[in-house]
């Protein structure tokens, strides 16, 4: 089941997230300014959430063409952003502490509860503050498009919804699990210790990585002996010593998960574990985890009343988008589009596409 729904598809239309005084002026639609720092922003949002994001520097290059491709990307997506933000200014939309309230009961329904929604944005990295924004962006685009044309979902819009995609909703086996980590990346060490020491040689870098690697298995040793000790107090050790601070502060809580949601080591570990036994020392590329499985789920198909609300949410959405997308096209043609720096003008950024190389990236190797 698709836990994140579609109830966040809109977001990335109206968070530019940085103020209009940050930096140069580069485009501006129907008079209004996109800037330098905007850009910069959504730019490297969208690189870090690719494949690409371990080469960022790489793809920063103007010489390689998923630099022109990110580049033409964002413009788009900027001058869509600002086309929005002024037809909601034009329609008097606004959201209002009870369109906030009322989206965050129909989220918490969709996850479970309150909690389970606050847990999985904690597991995803997006803080409260980003997670309101967003939040709040979505319920803007989704009156802008009712607005327009009221969106209705029917009982048979959702029932055969279901019937057709019904694989969709099938889930494999899974197991819920806490963990303890002690952190031992060998490589993330030796670069903090090149960082600090750029004039190391590579025989006092081995030395020094093998002795703190070493320190860190015994810590993890020492931990696993306490957790087999005092087997209950697993969450209340999890808290006080796991390097995982995220999970740490549920007591090493990580919920359910299918085993292609973690590393390879973890998840053989986690599925061959009986339910209430502690695991062994298991080393990942993260470090040292000590696991215990709390329960099991069998692999299966959700029931529609399960997913019903679900689906009419993101029918609804999808309808929504297709309302906003055609607005878009509505506005793009009628705008003033400036492009007040020349490289970012369409036909630049083509050139750049055309004529760039795809570098720094293993994938493309």
């Avoid at 933000?85 to 129909?106: A, L, P």
């Avoid at 359910?256 to 062994?280: C, H, T, Y």
């Amino acid at each position: 089941m698709k836990k994140l729904l579609l109830s966040l598809m809109f977001v990335g239309l109206l968070a530019t997230g940085c103020s209009l005084n940050s930096r140069n002026v580069i485009i501006k639609v129907n008079g209004e300014p996109i800037t330098q720092g905007q850009f910069d922003k959504r730019f490297d949002e969208w690189v870090g959430s690719s494949i690409f994001a371990q080469n960022k520097d790489a793809v920063k290059d103007p010489n390689n063409m998923l630099y022109g491709i990110f580049k033409d990307k964002v413009v788009n997506e900027l001058i869509y952003d600002k086309l929005l933000e002024q037809e909601i200014k034009k329609r008097n939309i606004v959201v209002t502490n009870e369109d906030y309230e009322k989206e965050i009961e129909r989220l918490s329904n969709t996850f479970g509860s309150k909690d389970d929604l606050n847990k999985y944005l904690r597991n995803k990295g997006i803080s409260p503050a980003k997670f309101k924004e967003l939040t709040t962006n979505q319920i803007k685009v989704s009156k802008l498009a009712d607005s327009i044309s009221k969106t209705t979902v029917t009982e048979e819009d959702v029932s055969n919804y279901y019937k057709k995609r019904k694989a969709n909703f099938s889930y494999p086996e899974k197991v819920r699990a806490s963990h303890i980590l002690i952190l031992a990346d060998a490589d993330e060490y030796a670069a903090e210790l090149k960082k600090k020491n750029p004039e190391i040689t590579e025989e006092e870098l081995k030395k020094r990585v093998d002795q703190e690697m070493a320190a860190r298995k015994g810590k993890a040793e020492a931990v696993l002996a306490e957790v087999k000790n005092s087997p209950r107090d697993f969450a209340k050790i999890a808290k006080a010593k796991s390097d995982d601070r995220t999970s740490a502060q549920q007591g090493g809580e990580l919920g359910f998960f299918a085993r292609k949601e973690m590393v390879k080591e973890f998840s053989d570990a986690a599925f061959s574990l009986p339910v209430n036994q502690i695991s062994g020392l298991v080393k990942s590329k993260y470090g040292y985890h000590i696991i215990i499985v709390t329960d099991r789920m069998e692999a299966g198909t959700y029931p529609f009343a399960q997913v019903k609300n679900e689906i009419e949410q993101t029918i609804k959405m999808q309808r929504q988008m297709n309302i906003i997308n055609g607005l878009l096209t509505s506005l793009k043609n009628g705008a003033t589009v400036e492009f007040v720096n020349k490289e970012y003008e369409p036909s630049e950024l083509q050139k750049m596409i055309d004529n760039g190389e795809i570098e720094g990236s293993e994938e493309n190797k």
